[in-house]
């Protein structure tokens, strides 16, 4: 069995960027549990919008094309053919998805995380399949969490810890693997299976863009493992707050009040642009005030 080192989470668990990541993944769980309607279908909504970005990154890393947003949508929605776009890009976003449908429920069995390696092209043998599923086992184990997943919004220490965690987790794993810059498919996998982590531990789950993926994969070859991993954590945890920020203002979102937000604004640029307008005009000194 492999061992998790909890000694260098917990040196993880104070760094600045974790502690900020923390902070915004507290004040996301805090809305939890949902009870407002229209709160329970903006985050309805984001889970699509996460399944979609991330399904656009891993077929951009697995083609090498320019997978847009639109594409990874219409794949998403149904279609296993878009007019105009090249077939390999529709066909690495139905794999994609079908990998991020299939990985569900912590740890995966080896099965599980084969058939994951295989829809996205990794590459992994099934002796680097084992090693994952050990890796997760023993991060889990080292946690001590119960099948709740429960945890305090307001204890700000043990999210650190468990962010912490997850982001030694990710890094373990690409180490594993043999992931690299030159060869980032054999990370694509991970990607899905930390948010499972995350899902399993009580934490929100994660945005990667291929583009920010790929700088992640060099700072985890700079210098000894302790400080590879210190510096791969601190190039991720804003990425995490961002998302996690982002992942907040989507749920509380609310259509009426953008709308009026947006009514006042169209009428502010209104009576800017009459006073704009006008502003050449001299003023009447016996003329009435008159409220535009």
Known sequence: MSQFDMSMVAKLA???GVVKS???AANLIELWPLTDATQLDNDTKYGENLQVRMTQSLARIMTGQDVTIADAEFVYEGADEIPGRPQSIVDALLAANNAYDGLTGFPPDSDAIMQTVGDLEAGWDQEQ???VQQILQAAVESLHTDETNH???????ALAERLSASIMLAYELGQAVGASRDDARKVLPILLVVNEF????GIPRCYISDLQLQDLLVTCSQGQKQEAVVVF????????EQEWEQHRVDVLWDPEEAQRKAKEDDERKSREA???KFAHVPEDPNKPPVEL
Do not use: K, M, T
């Open 233 to 240: 954590s601190e190039a991720l945890a804003p990425l995490l």
């Open 22 to 24: 923390s902070q915004a």
């Open 129 to 131: 399949c084992q090693v």
């Open 151 to 157: 945890i305090d919004s307001s204890d700000i220490q």
């Open 14 to 16: 104070l760094l600045p």
């Open 198 to 201: 995350n899902d399993r531990v």
């Open 274 to 276: 009459l006073r704009a």
